[in-house]
């Protein structure tokens, strides 16, 4: 049994359609089977709201008098991309203020003008025979810009990663803050609700179909940047006009230590044509897996501490490695709900049809990662390999008389089996010269959380360690942290001294 699109909209518009949230979905198959669901349900409506960062808009704010080709914009002090047109920019949500305040940015921006808000426009230019002006500033609304068109180069992922944090130093991410020893986790997303887990193969999802963004009536451009199906990864760009938006579903927000970003809503209408579509929107919590994965590693490729589901994270802990971990969403469940309540409405009122697709979305196609032809070197090919040590039960006399030589001014300090326990500085000995009699051995003086790289590190993470730990040297060990060379600022100096090639 099949149903064709025409039908559907036939019923939605003589306002006969039955329509359903996807989280109404699943029981209403328990309760008729697939084909009772199909013959039932006509569309179901889908939701998220939650940040997304990759997100802005494009601005046309008319002509002066004298006319200005504007190379540089700002708006509300947060500059706007300005080489497009004499007056058009592109705002991303992510630009922060000019003025470096973490806590406004072009997120903020757009959040003011939805809100009505004036907003103060500030350009310069360097003048031309039919631009000859060559600053302005004033203030706009958004009912005065010709044009405010929301274009979301990547919105809506079809599932997100959660993040933990095994490191020992609190974390400031685009997923929140992350405590240290994987003291809580965070996620995205609202699971079942959420667009693209209900529709996995894009087969009514793509470039065409309209949308809720942002409170009205949007539509899909087609798959976002970054989009990556074959992984799980899929996402949407996506278009709307900001003029018709709504503050309660396009709000600005900060991450901390990281920067602004932009809460919007969108939701997908989802026609039931076949079994197959019956089947993906039945989708629940239980069945969409993700990992969480470790953000104390600052590499491309994190390490996955573990595989869980939407529900287990929805359920506010998760057990990892014999411990429970709270969990916490990033995203609104609530709003999520709200989304696509709004767009069942819409479509019950008749005041919204659904389309097809114009322009099909991959469902294979996996991202890439960066071509990078000029690579990052990385410890082991800047590391002092002859290290000097020291074993923690030796006494401090000895200690000092290494440190006396010149070699080092650090001494990695290593247990009777040969691993990585502590370290020594030359400061650490002239205390314990000075509090003489107190302490003998190397063990009571050693700094025992010990900051460290390992050979296969790049190198400018490397050096974030000692800028933010303010200490001038890092002990490199193996997997099984064994000492096999030191990395100091001396050695970093390399880099700029022109003594190490690539």
């Given at each position: ?424 500085t030359t400061f650490d000995v002239s205390k314990a010269v000075v509090h003489d009699g107190k302490n003998n051995l190397v063990r009571d003086i050693m700094t025992k959380n010990v900051i460290k790289t390992h050979p296969e590190e790049p190198v400018d993470i490397a050096a974030q360690k000692l800028e933010r730990n303010n200490i001038s ?30």
């Open positions: 049994m099949e149903k064709s699109l025409e039908v559907i909209n036939t019923r939605i518009r003589d306002g006969n359609a039955r329509v359903v949230t996807a989280e109404e979905m699943p029981a209403i198959v328990d309760e008729l089977g697939e084909e009772g669901a199909l013959e039932e349900v006509d569309v179901v409506t889908t939701g998220t709201f939650g940040a997304m960062c990759s997100s802005g808009a494009f601005f046309n704010f008319g002509h002066a008098d004298p006319p200005i080709r504007m190379e540089r914009v700002w708006l509300n002090d947060v500059e706007a991309y300005a080489g497009i047109a004499a007056v058009d920019a592109y705002l991303g949500a992510t630009q922060a203020s000019a003025g470096n305040s973490e806590y406004y940015g072009g997120a903020h921006v757009l959040e003011d003008l939805v809100a009505g808000k004036a907003v103060e426009l500030r350009a310069t230019s360097h003048g031309t025979d039919c631009y000859p002006r060559r600053a302005i500033t004033t203030e706009v609304l958004l009912e005065d810009l010709n044009q405010a068109i929301m274009v979301n180069p990547r919105n809506a992922f079809q599932r997100y990663n959660a993040a933990a944090n095994a490191g020992d130093r609190q974390l400031y991410t685009y997923m929140g803050t992350l405590l240290p020893r994987c003291g809580n986790i965070t996620y995205s997303g609202a699971g079942t609700l959420s667009p693209l887990p209900n529709d996995p193969a894009f087969r009514v999802i793509g470039g065409g179909v309209p949308i809720f963004l942002g409170g009205t009536q949007g539509m899909i451009i087609g798959e976002g940047t970054q989009h990556s199906a074959g992984s799980g990864f899929g996402n949407l760009m996506v278009t709307g006009d900001m003029k018709q938006m709504r503050q309660e579903f396009l709000r600005a927000a900060v991450m901390p230590g990281y920067g602004t970003t932009l809460y919007v809503g969108v939701g997908v209408p989802i026609p039931v044509l076949d079994l197959s579509i019956v089947r993906s929107t039945a989708v629940r919590d239980e069945d969409i897996l993700t990992e969480i994965i470790d953000y104390g590693i600052p590499r491309r490729d994190r390490p996955s501490l573990k595989k869980v589901s939407y529900a287990e994270l929805k359920s506010g802990s998760v057990e990892l490695e014999g411990d429970r971990v709270k969990t916490s969403p990033l995203s609104s469940y609530r709003k999520a709900r709200e989304v696509a309540a709004e767009l069942k409405r819409w479509i019950e009122a008749g005041s919204m049809e659904l389309a097809l697709p114009t322009r099909s979305i991959n469902a294979e196609r996996r991202a890439q990662s960066m071509r990078e032809t000029a690579r990052a070197p990385r410890v082991r090919e800047l590391m002092n390999t002859k290290a000097v040590s020291i074993t923690e039960d030796e006494k401090i006399k000895t200690a000092a008389r290494k440190l006396l030589k010149g070699e080092t001014n650090h001494l990695p300090v290593l247990d009777r089996n040969g691993m990585l326990v502590g370290i020594v040297a890092l002990p490199v060990v193996d997997k099984e942290n064994r000492v096999v060379g030191i990395l100091s600022a001396i050695d970093l100096g390399k880099l700029f001294g022109g003594r190490w090639q690539r």
